[in-house]
């Protein structure tokens, strides 16, 4: 079974600087997507960032990019310049190829942004 | 940019009495799902739904829940007889195609509290 694991309960980085969030993960498919959801406060899930298995680039998103180790099966997230509204749960996702598309997600990760 | 909305937002009920959590999926979108988050625990996979039939089930699914599409709007959680440890956040997904590259769009979530 897969599984999706995020060590860090929370974090926290001033407003302007740099955070990296850790995910690890485990499958033995080798084609499966991996994404970064982020829930705020107002509880609606959002889909961050998207990075498929088999590219070896790994994904941006304006201030947002990833870190896509797939040996070792990590999947970090890293905010540059953080704002305020940057403030969530950060929520590290898994779904393989086939299927429904059933998404295993991480526990995550409590963002705190302190102005 | 449309939604998934879900009601209500938050349900107390009885141990033993039968709830329907209610989800309007965004209008295009073929595939359904439900997850659900025990507090301090990961978001769980329950099951998703396609062309009026569960596709996929958790093993969290249990003669206890159901699903329906009753109408060309609408998409429903009903759990018969509710438990102590039916307490949760319940999410809503949809989304238009099948595949991982198709992201699930979420709702709002409906928190259920059983006493």
């Known amino acids: 079974a897969q599984t999706v694991t995020q060590s860090q309960p929370e974090m926290s980085v001033q407003e302007a600087e740099t955070v990296t969030l850790s995910c690890t993960y485990d499958t033995s498919e080798s084609d499966y997507y991996l994404f970064w959801y982020k829930q705020p406060p107002s509880r609606q899930m959002i889909l961050v960032i998207r990075q498929e298995a088999y590219k070896q680039q790994n994904a941006t998103e304006n201030r947002f990019s990833v870190n896509f180790q797939k040996a070792a099966k990590s999947f970090s997230l890293k905010i540059s310049d953080s704002q305020l509204g940057d403030a969530a749960m950060y929520f590290c996702a898994y779904t393989d190829s086939g299927g429904y598309q059933k998404v295993t997600f991480g526990i995550g990760t409590k963002l705190q942004v302190i102005p | 940019e449309p939604e998934v909305t879900q009601t209500p937002s938050h349900q107390v009920t009885q141990m033993g009495q039968e709830v329907i959590l209610r989800c309007v999926p965004i209008?295009?979108?073929?595939?359904f799902y439900w997850y659900r988050q025990i507090l301090g625990q990961k978001v769980e996979f329950l099951v998703s739904f396609y062309n009026n039939e569960i596709s996929e089930k958790s093993e969290i699914f249990d003669d206890q829940f159901s699903v329906e599409r009753p109408d060309g709007s609408n998409f429903t959680l009903k759990i018969r007889s509710t438990k102590l440890e039916d307490s949760a956040m319940y999410f809503c997904?949809?989304?238009?195609?099948?595949?991982?590259?198709?992201?699930?769009?979420f709702g709002d979530g409906t928190r259920l509290s059983i006493l």
């Open positions: 997904a949809s989304s238009e195609r099948r595949g991982p590259n198709q992201p699930q769009h």
């Open positions: 209008s295009n979108h073929l595939y």
